[in-house]
């Protein structure tokens, strides 16, 4: 099993950047996809981003396509979420988690910590 560790979370304006990290431990990190996911006060958790094993499929939710980027460096065994445009509606809990292919299905892993990010009006 692949233990996931997120960080990269903050406090930024809208209209501003963050680059998330999910870091990985153990060396079949490269044997599955990676989705991103986020969860608002209140709210269910959501789905924003797949990428798949090997990086070459990706698919974003609508609601940050063209503004959120997803990537993985399978040397590093980490993957990122590069979001820009950030707006207030961003604001959530982000975590990620493993799939066994690039499609929104459940996925494999426990959830670990996430990591808070916050937009400021």
């Known amino acids: 099993q692949v233990q996931l560790v997120e960080s990269g979370g903050g406090l930024v304006q809208a209209g501003g950047f963050l680059r998330l990290s999910c870091a990985a431990s153990?060396?079949?990190?490269?044997?599955?996809?990676i989705a991103w996911y986020r969860q608002a006060p209140g709210k269910q958790r959501e789905a924003v981003a797949i990428?798949?094993?090997?990086?070459?499929?990706?698919k974003y939710a609508d609601s940050v396509k063209g503004r959120f980027t997803i990537s993985r460096d399978n040397a590093e065994n980490t993957a990122y979420l590069e979001m820009n445009s950030l707006e207030p509606e961003d604001t959530a809990v982000y975590f990620c988690?493993?799939?066994?292919?690039?499609?929104?299905?459940?996925?494999?892993?426990?959830w670990g910590q996430g990591t808070q990010v916050t937009v400021s009006s």
């Open positions: 153990g060396n079949i990190f490269r044997s599955y996809a």
């Open positions: 988690n493993t799939l066994r292919t690039a499609n929104w299905a459940t996925p494999l892993g426990p």
């Open positions: 990428i798949s094993a090997g990086g070459a499929i990706v």
